[in-house]
């Protein structure tokens, strides 16, 4: 049960609650629906309520006519009503409400928080894809006469969004997000001053993971001058996002096989290491230098037939981390 399904204890028993929806967009969408009997009924009942219209101040009153009523649904049909803020909707329920079934509410609130304290709450997270973040804040009142406070600055570096909180804007007791997008490896960082305080929220970049990288072996065969099968020409690559290529300090590749001969072979393109005649019955280990853009090496391995062989990469990061990887050449048996 959400929180705001506490206040149908009292006269908000009959009024539907959608619990993914605010307390606002629920209340809009029964007087919207309502009749005017129904309406009456309600208030007649306890509830005080306004009709929040643009530019029209709003007053709670309990003698609103049919008439009015109906004007009401006519604009809010036409799009020329608005959402009730956070001052209108705590104004509503102090007055419709006993103190028992607010009290219960506001604890429902602080409790599901998650940093279960009143006050000026927020909090940030990463998205999946590491490039966003989402900044939450919200206002949890300490009693229903604690009313929300208002947006003095939204400060924000690292990253940018297309709907900053603005100075005026008051901060909902269900909480109001901005999505951020990274502009870079910085940290994100989220200033919000209010005239109730200042909360304060930093996003690093997740680390890169060893899952997200990897080595990528690519072979095809190759000829002799005559035409014949010789072999397989392997093309190795570590692969993985910009940003953890950017991390590599060098790469060692170990190659196991108890009859291999590695032959020497022309550059073609960029190549960031060099591979010489290695005798047979040895572990052979090369190092080699690599760059974010092309952190790979090509060699050639001639092998005797049904042989298998393995490759494997450990992966120096500037950090000081050693990552591991290993393929495994198949089989080739007829």
């Known amino acids: 049960m959400g929180c705001d399904e506490i206040l149908q204890q009292g006269v908000f028993d009959t009024i539907s609650f959608d619990s993914n929806r605010s307390l606002s967009a629920n209340l809009l969408t029964w007087l919207a629906s309502a009749s005017y009997s129904e309406f009456k009924q309600k208030v007649d009942s306890g509830l005080r309520v306004g009709l929040p219209l643009e530019d029209v101040p709003f007053e709670i009153k309990d003698d609103y006519s049919v008439d009015e009523l109906e004007k009401w649904k006519r604009e809010y049909a036409a799009g020329k009503t608005r959402s009730f803020n956070e001052h209108e909707i705590l104004q509503i329920v102090s007055r419709s409400v006993n103190k028992s079934i607010v009290d219960k509410w506001l604890e429902c609130y602080r409790v599901t928080s998650g940093q279960g304290r009143t006050g000026l709450l927020s909090s940030i997270e990463t998205g999946a894809g590491q490039d966003t973040a989402v900044f939450t804040a919200r206002y949890l009142p300490t009693s229903i006469n604690d009313l929300p406070p208002s947006v003095q600055s939204f400060q924000l570096s690292g990253a940018t969004t297309n709907y900053p909180l603005i100075a005026g804007q008051l901060v909902p007791l269900a909480g109001v997000s901005v999505l951020l997008t990274r502009m870079s490896e ?38 002799t001058p005559a035409g014949g099968a010789a072999g397989e020409t392997f093309s190795l690559s570590i692969t993985g996002p910009t940003r953890g290529l950017g991390q590599i300090e060098s790469v060692i590749y170990r190659l196991n096989h108890k009859d291999m001969v590695v032959v020497p072979r022309p550059a073609e393109g960029p190549i960031t290491a060099e591979f010489i005649r290695i005798p047979r019955f040895k572990i052979v280990t090369h190092t080699a230098s690599v760059s974010a853009n092309d952190p790979g090496s090509r060699f050639l391995a001639k092998t005797k037939e049904h042989s298998v062989f393995q490759i494997i990469a450990s992966v120096q990061l500037r950090d000081g981390n050693v990552w591991q990887y290993e393929w495994k050449f198949p089989d080739r048996k007829p």
């Open 186 to 223: 910085s940290d994100i960082v989220v200033v919000l001053n209010t005239d109730k305080g200042t909360v304060t929220e930093r996003s690093s970049m997740p680390p890169i993971l060893p899952s997200q990288m990897g080595l990528y072996v690519a072979y095809e065969p190759y000829f």
